[in-house]
């Protein structure tokens, strides 16, 4: 999946982590142009309500025009009527991962992979409470560091586009220069031989000056042949 815009494609996925209390879930919603969290809900329990509240919460940040495309991997939250029927109300378009296919939902799978292993794994979490908190807190840290470096990616591409645009302008204009200055070394050439054959030819109209004038000449004997 890509996106050319904010608000084109959303990925979700449910990652979860162990305290001494017992598991926390987290199911996370991402814009996939920018890379960041625009909704994420937790809860003790991995059911349909999670993922309904985390889409609920992402309607509830953000405003968009069109269709938004919100990609997840078939898990029976994801598939669940109540979850379905957020989309629908809300006009937007659900897509699944294909059966089998492991990396259709990659994206999102990638971030949560970050925020384990950068958040979540750094230390033992006795209670609910305070995974909670540092659940909170990292999906919306790790998003916008991922979305400032999606920024910078995209700046650096546009930055090498042009470059490369200006590159290819660059060597077009001196393959014309060179042809151009190839014309002119050419015509300097024919010019220069022009000029040759011109005083040659004027070279020998004078060493032939004191000819006769053949014209004048047959002229004459025209004259002559009539008389």
């Known amino acids: ?3 050319e815009v904010p608000n084109q494609v959303w990925v979700t996925d449910i990652t979860e982590h162990p305290t001494a209390e017992g598991k926390l879930y987290c199911c996370l919603i991402k814009d996939l142009f920018s890379n960041r969290i625009v909704g994420y809900a937790i809860d003790e329990r991995m059911t349909k309500h999670l993922a309904v509240a985390a889409l609920r919460a992402a309607l509830a940040r953000r405003r968009f025009v ?8 078939r ?16 006009g937007l378009s659900g897509s699944m991962g294909r059966v089998a296919a492991a990396c259709d939902n990659a994206a999102m799978e990638s ?25 909170s807190r990292g999906a919306r840290g790790m998003g916008r560091m991922l979305g400032g470096y999606a920024r910078f990616v995209r700046a650096l591409w546009r930055a090498r586009a042009i470059h ?3 590159r290819v302008r660059r060597a077009r204009a001196e393959a014309h220069d060179a042809r151009l200055a190839a014309v002119d070394d050419q015509l300097a050439r024919l010019t220069g031989e022009r000029d040759e054959a011109l005083a040659a030819l004027e070279q020998l109209r004078q060493s032939h000056a004191d000819l006769p004038d053949i014209a004048a000449l047959r002229r004459a004997v025209d004259a002559a042949r009539d008389e």
């Open 66 to 73: 069109g269709t938004v495309i919100v990609h997840s991997d």
């Open 111 to 135: 971030f949560n992979a970050l925020l384990q292993k950068n958040v979540l794994d750094r230390q033992q979490w006795k209670t609910r409470d305070d995974l909670r908190y540092a659940m």
């Open 75 to 90: 898990g029976s939250q994801f598939r669940s009527r109540d979850f379905v029927a957020v989309l629908k109300t809300a």
């Open 164 to 166: 490369q645009s200006v």
């Open 1 to 3: 999946f890509t996106a």
